[in-house]
């Protein structure tokens, strides 16, 4: 995530505005990708890591938002389960982000990027 929460405005008109922050568009892009079968867990760096091991949940773990001009970047870091074929995973994982994030806020999402970190060898 960038150093500040920046906002995106979905909606402006005489009723007032809408803005969605890009922790919320994190987390649906988490949300959506960890319900790809094959899909293990996100990756996160070593804070998240930490904050996990102390029973807090990061719903935006492995994901970093970008805006680019009026379309979203999103990129996304996950471990995979093991005996599920990469490209599969990762293509059903960058269509499910894409599609949550545009169905949920109306923001055009250019390019999901997904990051293979590991594969997750237990038996689970």
């Not at 091991?53 to 970008?66: P, Q, Y």
């Not at 389960?81 to 894409?98: C, F, H, L, N, R």
Request: proline residues 1%; without cysteine.
């Amino acid at each position: 995530m960038s150093e500040t929460n920046r906002t995106f405005q979905i909606k402006a008109d005489e009723s007032g505005e809408v803005r969605v922050s890009e922790e919320v568009v994190a987390i649906i892009a988490g949300l959506a990708a960890t319900e790809v079968e094959g899909v293990s867990s996100m990756a996160g760096n070593i804070t998240n890591e930490i904050v996990s091991k102390l029973g807090m949940k990061n719903l935006s773990k492995g994901i970093f938002v970008e805006v680019l001009d009026e379309e979203i970047k999103v990129d996304v870091a996950l471990n995979i389960a093991y005996g599920y074929a990469i490209p599969d995973i990762s293509t059903k994982v960058q269509e499910k982000v894409k599609s949550s994030i545009e169905n949920m806020t109306g923001l055009t999402v250019a390019v999901v990027n997904v990051r293979v970190a590991s594969v997750d060898m237990s038996d689970n």
